[in-house]
């Protein structure tokens, strides 16, 4: 009948529409120009354990591994000896006293004394530069500085030549020194170049192998 509104479900087209009813199945619609969220995780970009290593990237490691500590705690034992040796240098000017005046008898007081002095002095800076540098390459390479342990192997070989040199200069006490300064001399550079050693350099220096 002309007129008649027609019930709601039987227009055209209303029984195809997916949509029709009360917004089912509608897809949430999106700000204009609004990025879709994305379907998988969020990408990570911060670091792991405090670290700052991106993913695929191990940390470096916390703790320095066996040879190495133990060459540092030698290194310890070095700078011990060059301070032992920096007072047996304190105990002998009279000893270096007399050497000299027996090496010259035509010196007078004064000019031994000025000279054993000056011998003595120098042991003393000697000493202490020594003991210096043992505590620097014991902190360095604990620390896994690459560059620590080319100067503790240029050091090791200059304090090994050196102390070969002055093996025939004493004996006694000194010489047993010497020795023992040769001996830990060699094996901290043995536990430096050790595999895990070399690992460790490598590791905290962000060096790829």
Excluded: C, H
Excluded at 27 to 32: A, G, L, T
Excluded at 93 to 117: E, G, K, M, T, Y
Excluded at 159 to 188: D, E
């Amino acid at each position: 009948m002309s007129g008649t509104t027609p019930p709601p479900g039987s227009g055209p087209g209303e029984d195809e529409n997916p949509y029709a009813q009360s917004g089912q199945g509608r897809p949430p619609e999106q700000p204009w120009g609004a990025t879709p969220p994305p379907s998988g995780p969020p990408a990570w970009s911060g670091p792991v354990d405090g670290g700052s290593a991106a993913w695929g990237e191990p940390a470096p490691p916390s703790e320095p591994p066996q040879s190495i500590r133990r060459a540092a705690i030698l290194m310890y034992v070095g700078a011990g000896l060059s301070a032992l040796g920096l007072l047996f240098t304190l105990l002998a000017r009279d000893s270096i006293r007399d050497a000299i005046r027996d090496n010259d008898s035509s010196l007078s007081a004064d000019d031994v004394d000025a000279a054993a002095n000056l011998i003595v002095g120098v042991g003393i800076v000697v000493g202490l530069l020594g003991a210096a540098l043992w505590l620097w390459m014991a902190y360095a390479n604990k620390a896994g500085k690459s560059w620590a342990r080319v100067v503790a192997t240029v050091l090791g070989g200059l304090n090994i030549l050196f102390t070969l040199f002055s093996l025939s200069g004493g004996g006694g006490l000194n010489l047993l020194i010497n020795v023992v300064t040769i001996a830990l001399a060699a094996y901290i550079l043995y536990l430096l170049y050790r595999p895990d050693s070399s690992a460790y350099y490598a590791a905290v220096s962000g060096k790829r192998r």
